[in-house]
């Protein structure tokens, strides 16, 4: 088929000739290279990945009842059985036959549920006059024609003063993406509520405290070598008493107290005051998480500043850390080391995470310091408070590879000032960060060809980053495609980039703020977007070690006179497979002479893995969500030499084998 469309569209294209050295065995690809970016954004965490269908379950909120509707003789308490989260309701008996006391939940934009799935409620309780009671709960359908609004019930008997963990199991009887769930309290008897919950018991690797199946699952497939978490902006803070604390996240969840998120507020064009963090997915999920998926873990810790965009200098010892206030952030990098890797027999944080039921190490080898912070000239307001994380850090955990940042631009004069000093630090690798449009794109093809590569230079971490088209800042294919073109310069550059993130990864469609995103979900259906199969592809065909690919003795890399190809060439020592990506980001179809320089004469067996549109602007959507996914078809190839037709607009990912 592919041979067919060459004839008929490739007439007047020149031939391009790839000289691919089989070979020579180059750089290995490092495991961690292509990587997932999680940030509690567009609610990725709380009503996204983070399974709990309960909004505000603690009743922390500032508006305490935010997400509940209440009926009858609800009231507000404060003297809870959390100290951190000291609210919960009292539900007193109506007083009239007649009447009755309820809270109503609303989830988030909804609760969804599956017909004939579980649901485990859970809530803590007490009946504070002493005795017993009795509570219902319903699953119910508020909009509906039918005689009941029920779709789902149970009732859980609760007794005597003190407060008790109770739960139950519901069953849905219908699909609903819009439910609500009712707590009744007994009629007769006062009852006290607190961390009411519902979680879908089929959860990822069932983990009661779990993630959506669903969602988790979109990350396993991608197969990523490291997954940075909690972020982004939110491990700054606007201030740094919002600012994202680690140790906060961990312990028993109903213990763990509600911070803000920035994203709440930060674009008034799109606005979500409800939305804030639970830390019901905190750094021990994370971590599980992580090894669950096969990733390495990655925490960005807060480098002692709040927010640059949201804080300037001014005032500096107001909105960041005075220099000699740094130990206790300083600490909090040390205590999550600790935490994720120490002895629990010996320390409090390693002992924390065994009573949390992990005993054995989750094996953390990098640590990043700071998110997009930068310097000011005749101020390094960011450097010099990183030099001492660093030095500190160095000091008690060598063995950890610490990753500083260029800031949030991928050039100019804070991007000028802040790599070299990377490098002065002793930062084993920087975070750069880059959305940008499609022209940035089609220029960026040999970004790290001119790398510093001396034995001191810190490696690279794309951490973040994205095609935001001009004037199309959706997830449609063009911007995926530009993206495929760029990646080739990672792969080439592998020697020097340890791993890039493509940002962010999750969105609702009903709660965004930021796009693109990989992955897109409402309550019950999900789609992965263009880029995120562009990063699966990269991801399953990383290969072992790059190859050297050239046209005229250069990479090819969308540069004059290379017709908008982009390409680069593994090895596979695993399945012993060369793979060789070739982007083609023209309006032609464009002949290619694959030269496959060090394979014998012969015809070998391969497979040809295609993503293309003829539509630059579509996209994956909820209700077409496999509209654009890769094709594999199999078919062979000869060396030395084969000729091949790259449609316009297309990337095409050959694996062959040796
Ligand atoms: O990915 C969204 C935001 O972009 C991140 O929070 C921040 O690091 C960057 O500016």
């Known amino acids: 088929m592919f041979a067919a469309l060459a004839v008929a569209a490739g007439m007047n294209a020149q031939t391009n000739t790839f000289d691919i050295n089989t070979s020579k065995v180059g750089a290995p690809i490092p495991s961690t290279m292509y990587g997932i970016f999680f940030e509690d954004i567009n609610y990725a965490a709380d009503g996204g990945l983070y399974a709990e269908l309960i909004k505000n379950r603690s009743f922390e909120f500032p508006n305490n009842y935010a997400g509940w509707i209440i009926s009858g003789r609800v009231s507000l308490k404060d003297d809870g059985p959390f100290k951190k989260n000291p609210h919960y309701v009292r539900l007193a008996p109506s007083g009239h036959r007649d009447k009755h006391t309820m809270i109503e939940n609303e ?135 919002t600012r994202y604390q680690w140790k906060n996240s961990v312990g028993p969840v109903e213990n763990r107290p509600l911070n803000e998120n920035r994203w709440h507020y930060t674009f008034t064009h799109r606005y979500f005051p409800d939305y804030f963090q639970s830390y019901g997915l905190g750094f021990y999920e994370y971590f599980l998480l992580s090894e669950e998926i096969g990733a390495e873990p990655l925490p960005v810790l807060n480098v002692g500043m709040s927010c640059q965009f949201q804080n300037g200098i001014e005032h500096e010892d107001e909105v960041h850390v005075p220099l000699d206030q740094l130990q206790p952030y300083i600490d909090d990098c040390i205590d999550l080391i600790d935490f994720a890797n120490g002895d629990p027999a010996t320390n409090q944080w390693a002992k924390l995470r065994a009573d949390m039921g992990h005993p054995e190490p989750f094996n953390l080898k990098y640590l990043g310091v700071g998110n997009e912070q930068w310097d000011y000239e005749g101020n390094p307001a960011f450097t010099k408070r990183l030099k001492i994380f660093v030095d500190a850090i160095r000091k008690v955990h060598p063995e950890i590879k610490l990753i500083g940042t260029t800031g949030p631009n991928s050039e100019g004069k804070e991007f000028d000032m802040l790599q070299p000093r990377m490098k002065e630090i002793g930062c084993d690798l920087y975070d750069e960060h880059f959305y940008r449009n499609e022209e940035w794109f089609l220029k960026s093809g040999n970004r790290y060809d001119n790398y510093d590569r001396s034995k001191k230079a810190p490696k690279v971490f794309a951490g973040e980053y994205a095609c935001h088209g001009k004037g199309k800042k959706w997830n449609h294919f063009n911007a995926a495609l530009m993206e495929a073109a760029f990646m080739t310069d990672l792969e080439r550059n592998a020697d020097i980039v340890e791993m890039a993130t493509y940002a962010p990864l999750f969105a609702h469609v009903e709660g965004w703020q930021w796009r693109p995103d990989a992955i897109w979900y409402d309550n019950l259906r999900k789609f992965n977007s263009c880029s995120y199969y562009v990063q699966q592809l990269y991801s399953l065909n990383k290969g072992t070690n790059v190859l050297s690919l050239t046209m005229n003795g250069k990479p090819v890399a969308g540069n004059d006179g290379q017709n908008g190809l982009f390409a680069s060439a593994v090895l596979d020592k695993n399945t012993n497979e060369v793979v060789i990506k070739v982007i083609n980001t023209g309006d032609k179809l464009q002949p290619v002479t694959l030269n496959l320089r060090g394979m014998k004469k012969g015809t070998y067996s391969a497979q040809l893995i295609s993503l293309h549109s003829d539509d630059l602007t579509a996209e994956n959507t909820l209700d077409n969500p496999t509209k654009i996914v890769p094709q594999t078809s199999s078919l062979s190839v000869t060396a030395p030499a084969q000729e091949i037709s790259v449609p316009a607009r297309t990337f095409y990912i050959y694996r062959i084998k040796k």
């Open 107 to 241: 989830g988030f934009f909804g609760i969804g549920v599956k017909a004939n799935a579980e649901y485990r409620f859970s809530v803590w309780a007490r009946v504070p006059d002493g005795g017993n009671a009795k509570i219902w709960i319903d699953l119910v359908e508020n909009a509906t024609m039918t005689d009941d609004q029920k779709i789902g019930n149970a009732g859980l008997d609760i007794s005597g003063k003190e407060w008790k963990k109770y739960t139950v199991t519901l069953k849905a009887k219908k699909t609903l993406d819009k439910a609500h769930l009712r707590v009744w309290g007994d009629s007769k008897v006062t009852t006290d509520l607190e961390h009411v919950s519902l979680f879908p018991v089929d959860t990822y690797k069932g983990h009661e405290n779990g993630m959506r199946k669903d969602l988790a699952e979109s990350l396993e497939q991608l197969k990523p070598g490291v997954f940075r978490f909690p972020g982004g902006c939110i491990v700054e803070g606007t201030d740094l008493a």
